[in-house]
């Protein structure tokens, strides 16, 4: 009877970590990050005759290990910002299911605006699985999106939008993929108007999410709860890069 009851507990664990979830894209590799700047660093404060040219390349790649780092932390405390203001936007995205009733995992990167690989301050990425038509397919594998947001003040404003296009694509993905060839023109995928033709209505989703979060934010900021932690994204990065000792942009 005992050993029936640890094959219960197991089950239920593995049934947990199958839910959805609003993930910090930088997550995947935080650990990796922060135990290769323990070894720099400890590498950098024992070898103090290391030669200058290594202890140069060294210390550039703390640096960059350090600007990764800093991303991960603005994110997440961008996306308890975004739970706390509007949890009930939240939550809808945070236990999505495709058509099939498979949860969907969304992943939200907060990039320098350099870094963006398009001109457009979010950008959502999904594919359709090669043999499931109903699957999302991202960079993080099967079952997930990924969303990009440039770090600026209306990033959350712009996160609000870019969910509301994933709420609806997600459980509507097949469908949607069919309006989609047939409404825009390969020509235009670049544009920013593709998404929001007037009966588009994975773009009108995204409006009503972004106006809904517009109301929550307004609210939070009437009911003054917890209002120090909503700071601009732009001030909250550069006190970020501070804590991490990020050398000062000039
Ligand atoms: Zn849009």
Redesign the pocket.
Known sequence: MKKYGVIVIIFLIVQNSAWAKLRNGYEKDIHYVRESLKNYNYILNVNKDMPSSDRRKMKARVEELLIYQSHYELTEELLNQFRHISPALYHRVDSIRDAKGRFTDVYVKFIPREDASIMAA?ITRMSQSDDDEDACVSEYGKHSVSIKIWICSKALFVLS??LG?VNYQVPNFETYLQYYKTEYSPAFTNSNCV??SPADRS?RN?TTFEKEFKKDYVNNLKLGKGNARLESPLVLIEQIRRKVKLPVRM
């Open positions: 979010g939008h870019e296009h998404g929001h773009g995204a």
